[in-house]
């Protein structure tokens, strides 16, 4: 969290002396223990996409005793069923950049395996009402709890930059509407635009204390998939008298392996996972249809279009 401090600093353009960044680690050490109990209990508590009422609520209350200003509640989704939770912070600090520091709040429908205390044991329902365990499998409890320390920090050393800080906690991440949400609410109108915009994502690949960044692209897109296979379900005993669903969806789930391997060229990488399926209740059953999940990552929209082409062709 330290580097990641100071990164916001320098790409910010602000100015920071010798005696200011011993000041940093000095208050970084000092912060550290409380911060590690923040995650903990983020950890142990956490919320899926678009039921981020808890977890947005204890960031804007964390925020606003620092003394930023916060606004709750923004973005709008195309579903009206869902509220965005998510806020915007801002310190404003006399004449200098504009930069926005991102952090998303949305956990998993993941059970945990990890036997530690804080370990997360929360069930809920999901958008489709089925009962699912939720987790912070993909480490949004650490990019809060960065983004709490960052902020509290910069607060605190306010006399040694200059500038607007823009504070994001930002919703469903993990569904890919919760960003599309917010700048359809104005995010770039109704405050100020940032000249710099840093989206920080942890990465189990590397050790802790480092901050890594690449020219170029840094991640790549998501698009998410669902697809009915549709058959004519009936007694096992009698196959010839039914058009198999779990037969064709595995026959799909093969071809859909050949749009990267012999369709997309390699200089363009791509990815096609298919992370679930369901299909039928009983042994001896042939159901009438299976659902397959998929999520789609490319880096270009021309390269996303042909694979969302091919697997429509496929299917």
């Not at 997360?120 to 650490?142: F, I, P, R, W």
């Not at 026959?251 to 369901?278: C, F, K, M, Y």
């Not at 009438?288 to 042909?306: I, N």
Request: charged letters at 20%; aromatic letters at 6%.
């Amino acid at each position: 969290m330290k580097n990641f401090l100071l990164l916001v600093v320098l790409v910010a353009g602000f100015s920071i002396s010798v005696s200011a960044q011993q000041s940093l680690d000095a208050l970084v050490d000092r912060e550290l223990p409380q911060l590690v109990n923040t995650y903990k209990m983020l950890h142990a508590a956490p919320e899926l996409s678009h039921y981020e009422e808890k977890t947005s609520a204890f960031l804007a209350g964390q925020l606003r005793s620092f003394g930023y200003t916060v606004t709750e509640r923004v973005g709008k989704y195309d579903r009206p069923q869902f509220t965005s939770y998510g806020l915007v912070a801002i310190m404003k600090n006399g004449a200098g950049p504009t930069v926005l520091v991102r952090g998303d709040m949305d956990a998993l429908p993941v059970e945990e395996k990890n036997d530690v205390p804080y370990a997360s044991k929360v069930k809920t329902k999901n958008d489709s009402g089925q009962e699912v365990s939720v987790m912070h499998a993909c480490g949004h409890d650490v990019h809060i709890t960065s983004l709490i320390g960052t902020a509290k920090l910069l607060a605190a050393l306010r006399d040694q930059w200059h500038g607007t800080l823009i504070l994001i906690g930002q919703p469903a991440e993990e569904t890919g509407d919760g960003a599309r949400a917010m700048l359809a609410d104005g995010l770039y109108t109704r405050f100020p635009k940032p000249d710099f915009v840093l989206g920080l994502h942890d990465n189990a690949d590397y050790e802790a204390g480092k901050v890594v960044y690449v020219p170029g692209y840094a991640m790549a897109s998501a698009t998410s998939i669902d697809l009915v296979v549709r058959g004519l379900g009936g007694h096992g005993s009698k196959p010839e008298a039914t058009k198999d669903p779990v037969v064709l969806a595995s026959q799909i789930i093969l071809a859909l392996q050949t749009i990267i391997s012999r369709e997309n060229s390699p200089l363009d990488p791509a990815v096609v996972t298919i992370g679930s399926i369901h299909g039928g209740a009983k042994r001896n059953i042939i159901p009438d249809e299976v659902v397959l999940q998929l999520t789609v990552r490319t880096y270009k929209e021309e390269v996303r279009q042909h694979i969302l082409d091919s697997i429509a062709r496929i299917a």
